[in-house]
């Protein structure tokens, strides 16, 4: 593309990737600067933020449900949002903002992480690794992040799988004519479920363990959770993830019970059964977690799906998609964020009136699509650099979240 933009766009364009974020390069892109020196509660920041909300404030509309900041931080109960949407579009921002904006508001609330490339950290500028609560450092109720390692959750569940069969046991149960039934547990590709799982699966186990963890004590604490999930894929195939498991785990234990008088007798000699069991009851235990996160997720009194997208075409293409998928999962939906619009300006730039152009076809594109257009439409905009760090997270949840 820069091969064939004239030498003023190439400037421009050079200006964008390479230039540190300067004063100037804001100016000439029409940016929203984000205040250089980032105290957190200054005065002067606060001002800067409002300024910028007024500018990037979203055009009423008429009949859409009024859905503001002020319902989404009313009353003490605990309500979960999951924030998703297409790569890099400002999930984890707009996630980690939110959070940063609850806690400031006098709700313990915890970031969840269950995108398996997680971000967090990155957008924190902490170290929130390592699969357990970790508190982030600078907000005025405690705030706390959890960055799910999907790979050790299923871990547990790959044990269980590997324990179920082998040829002993097959070798056994062919001389007592009984071959077929191990066979047949062959066929299900039990173990084959856990160790190369079907897509969505450790996206599910992540938010299962967090399940799991939230009827812990420890976590009664949290009025507010906020998931940064993994991109739109995995989280269309995570909804029909509980169908698949119930299938496949309805199955496996129909045939379990099958075994059950033929295995007393393997016992005595492998002790298998107990192996057998083992796993059945974890992927029955991992059939009702799923369940319970398919419940979660369909919870209008207590859940809301947040769809993050950004002014293009094939970005807002796809949060039509989502947002369907989602309407047929029962998902509840009401808010759409478009992240990185330009904010008006008075600067003549070229490039970023053309740019503002695409951008204000997108958000017309929006409103006249049927799957969006009754989505309350909350804009955010560019800023004039990478937001890392909750005063710059606190900057830009001033913006969005109204
Ligand atoms: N409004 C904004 N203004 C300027 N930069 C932004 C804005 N929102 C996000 N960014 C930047 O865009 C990059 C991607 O953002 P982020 O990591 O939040 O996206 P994501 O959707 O979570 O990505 P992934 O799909 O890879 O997890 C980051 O560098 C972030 O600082």
């Given amino acids: 593309m820069l091969a064939t933009a004239s030498p003023g766009l190439q400037a421009v364009a050079r200006r964008l990737t390479l230039a540190a974020p300067t004063a100037a390069a804001a100016q000439a892109l029409c940016v929203v600067r984000l205040p250089r020196r980032l105290p957190g509660r200054s005065a002067s920041l606060r001002a800067a933020a409002s300024a910028a909300a007024a500018e990037a404030a979203p ?3 008429e009949g859409a449900e009024e859905l503001g900041f002020q319902e989404m931080t009313s009353g003490t109960r605990r309500r979960y949002y999951m924030l998703g949407g297409k790569g890099g579009v400002g999930k984890t921002s707009c996630a980690a903002s939110l959070a940063v904006r ?30 357990t609560l970790v508190q982030v450092e600078g907000p005025d109720a405690p705030l706390f992040a959890l960055e799910i ?51 969505g699966l450790d996206e599910a186990i992540a938010i299962s363990k967090v399940i799991q963890f939230l009827e812990a004590q420890e976590y009664s604490m949290f009025s507010r959770i906020v998931f940064d999930t993994a991109p739109t894929g995995h989280t269309l195939r995570l909804l029909s993830l509980p169908d698949f498991l119930d299938a496949s785990i309805g199955k496996i234990l129909k045939l379990r019970s099958k ?39 369909r919870d209008t009194e207590s859940t809301e799906f947040i769809i993050v997208t950004i002014p293009t075409v094939m970005a807002i293409s796809e949060s039509s998609r989502l947002h369907s998928s989602l309407q047929k999962e029962s998902v509840p ?39 969006l257009m009754d989505l309350n439409i909350i804009q955010a905009p560019l800023v004039d650099m990478e937001i890392r760090g909750v005063p710059a997270l606190k900057f830009l949840g001033d913006i969005v979240w109204k």
Avoid: W, Y
């Avoid at 056994?172 to 079907?198: A, R």
């Avoid at 033929?262 to 000699?269: D, H, L, N, P, Q």
């Avoid at 939906?333 to 951008?359: G, W, Y």
């Fill in 102 to 131: 609850f806690a400031n508001n006098g709700h313990p609330t915890l970031v969840v992480s269950t995108d398996p490339a997680h971000s967090l950290s990155d957008s924190f500028a902490q170290d929130l690794t390592g699969g």
């Fill in 59 to 61: 055009p009423a509309k």
């Fill in 259 to 297: 075994i059950a008088s033929a295995a007393s007798a393997i016992k005595s000699v492998f002790g298998q059964e107990v192996q057998q069991q083992d796993a059945a009851n974890k992927l029955e235990q991992l059939r009702e977690r799923m369940v319970k996160v398919r419940e979660l997720f």
């Fill in 149 to 199: 390692n999907p790979e050790k959750a299923r871990e547990e569940f790959r044990t269980a799988s590997q324990k179920n069969g082998g040829t002993g046991v097959k070798d056994f149960m062919d001389s007592m004519g009984l071959g077929v039934l191990v066979e047949q547990i062959g066929e299900l590709k039990l173990g084959e479920l856990l160790d190369t799982p079907p897509p």
């Fill in 333 to 371: 939906v009401r808010r759409l964020i478009v992240n990185q619009v330009l904010p008006p300006s008075t600067s003549d730039c070229k490039f970023c009136a053309i740019k503002r152009k695409d951008q204000t076809r997108a958000l017309d594109m929006i409103r006249s699509d049927p799957e």
